[in-house]
């Protein structure tokens, strides 16, 4: 296991890679966190036996990703051995959500083939995400509050969840909502907490 902690545009961020079968798996993605030092101090304490490395792909992306606000991620394969057949479903569609829009929980059940109704087991594949950015559950936001954020579960909470939708081209203009049910960029975003965010 290797990880490679990296100074952005967004800040200090981290990530966590294994070898099986030889390909590189990304483990884990983290961010927030107010300097390099806590982020590797993070990243050793869930990963003890993860030695430094350089040039990871996975780090190369997100630095592109905090310069510029979009970023290809389809080339990382996420680490999903021990996870269940609805995470990877609810990971594989959160992957989907194009930069620049949202969905709500409820939305997002519906696009990884469940019914609408499972939103509070998405909301707790969202809170357990080990790989936020790559797997963008920033772009998932609760219903029924007009443009609330909900909680983040990545250090800052709501402030760096709106700030990476900022960063990916939402502004403070508000707009007529579409007739669609995706949310569109250029909106006005406040933070209103809700017990199944992530």
């Avoid at 070898?19 to 990304?26: M, R, S, V």
């Avoid at 101090?41 to 350089?54: D, F, Q, T, V």
């Avoid at 909680?151 to 969840?161: D, E, H, I, T, V």
């Amino acid at each position: 296991m290797q990880y490679e902690v990296f100074e952005t545009p967004l800040g200090p961020m981290g990530v966590v890679v294994r070898t099986a079968n030889g390909k590189q798996l990304l483990v884990a993605v983290r961010i927030g966190l107010p300097t390099r030092t806590s982020t590797e101090i993070e990243i050793l304490k869930r990963h003890p036996n993860a030695a430094p490395s350089k040039n990871l792909d996975a780090a190369r992306l997100l630095i592109g990703y905090a310069e510029t606000g979009a970023a290809d991620f389809s080339s990382l394969i996420l680490d999903e051995d021990s996870v269940s057949q609805f995470d990877r479903a609810v990971r594989s569609a959160c992957r989907r959500i194009p930069s620049g829009s949202t969905v709500t929980y409820g939305e997002l059940a519906e696009l990884a083939g469940a019914p609408r109704r499972a939103a509070r087991p998405v909301g707790g594949v969202m809170r357990r995400n080990s790989c936020p950015i790559v797997v963008p559950c920033h772009r998932v936001v609760p219903a029924g509050k007009t443009w609330a954020l909900g909680n983040y579960s990545a250090p800052q909470g709501p402030s760096l969840k709106r700030r990476l939708l900022e960063h990916e081209g939402f502004s403070e203009t508000p707009l007529p909502r579409p007739k669609t049910r995706r949310r569109t960029p250029n909106r006005r975003f406040g933070v209103a907490p809700s017990l199944w965010d992530e």
